[in-house]
């Protein structure tokens, strides 16, 4: 169980483009999914709180105009980078909550997706 | 501030050796948990094991074990008899109560490799 689909796995966009993710919790509902980037060897950092019904809430640097996220249901969150430029190229992986879980409940992850702008 | 300290970039250990990674973390928050995940080369996120802060008991889980020591605020994680299947990337997380959303703060991580 507490299956997170993420998709696309990898893509390949121009600079300039937007590129859409999609992440799905398969199994469970999630009210709050959360949205990570990671550069290669380093930790996975916390872009975005995202909320059923409510607007997104973005860590302190992350552009909220260039990384919108939606979460239209209680199972499906989108991150889109609008206008990608080449230092937006990185793995960002996003990941859910069960709804009702408490401070022992884990996150659950999807794949995540390798962004490269060329 | 740095909420979560790893202070090993990278470790080897042999097969069926035992090792510990190191992990430190900075809260005022009374309750709060722990979490150790394991990152492979493909990306995937894969939780291993969870420690409460009111826990007495260090949470173990197979071959995973957690050394929680509160009052040195620090959490490491032991796996015995490594196995190559092992070698990945592994982060220390903490959520912390006062956090509604119950978001997840990582660790900068320890690249562990197993060798034969």
């Known amino acids: 169980g507490a299956v997170v689909s993420q998709h696309p796995s990898w893509v390949i966009c121009k600079s300039g483009t937007s590129v859409k993710i999609e992440c799905r919790s398969l199994d469970f509902q999630a009210t709050t999914m959360f949205w990570y980037r990671q550069f290669p060897k380093q930790s996975l950092m916390l872009m975005a709180t995202s909320n059923e019904g409510s607007k997104a809430t973005y860590e302190q640097g992350v552009e909220k105009d260039k990384f919108l996220i939606n979460h239209a249901s209680l199972t499906l969150s989108t991150l889109t980078v609008t206008s990608a430029h080449p230092e937006d190229s990185s793995f960002y992986i996003c990941s859910a909550r069960d709804l009702g879980g408490g401070l022992n409940s884990p996150l659950h992850f999807g794949n995540g997706t390798r962004l490269t702008v060329t | 501030a740095q909420k979560i300290t790893q202070t090993q970039p990278g470790m080897f250990v042999q097969e069926k050796e035992a090792v510990t990674l190191d992990c430190t973390y900075d809260?005022?928050?009374?309750?709060?948990?722990l979490f150790w995940y394991k990152q492979p080369s493909s990306g995937e996120m894969i939780f291993l094991i969870y420690?409460?802060?009111?826990?007495?008991q260090n949470a173990t889980e197979g071959r995973y074990s957690l050394n929680f020591q509160k009052a040195r605020k620090s959490a490491n994680l032991v796996i015995s008899a490594s196995q190559l299947g092992d070698s990945a990337m592994y982060f220390c997380a903490m959520r912390e109560r006062k956090d509604s959303w119950g978001k997840l703060q990582f660790g900068a991580g320890t690249q562990v490799v197993v060798t034969p």
């Open positions: 420690q409460g802060s009111y826990d007495e």
């Open positions: 809260t005022s928050d009374q309750s709060y948990g």
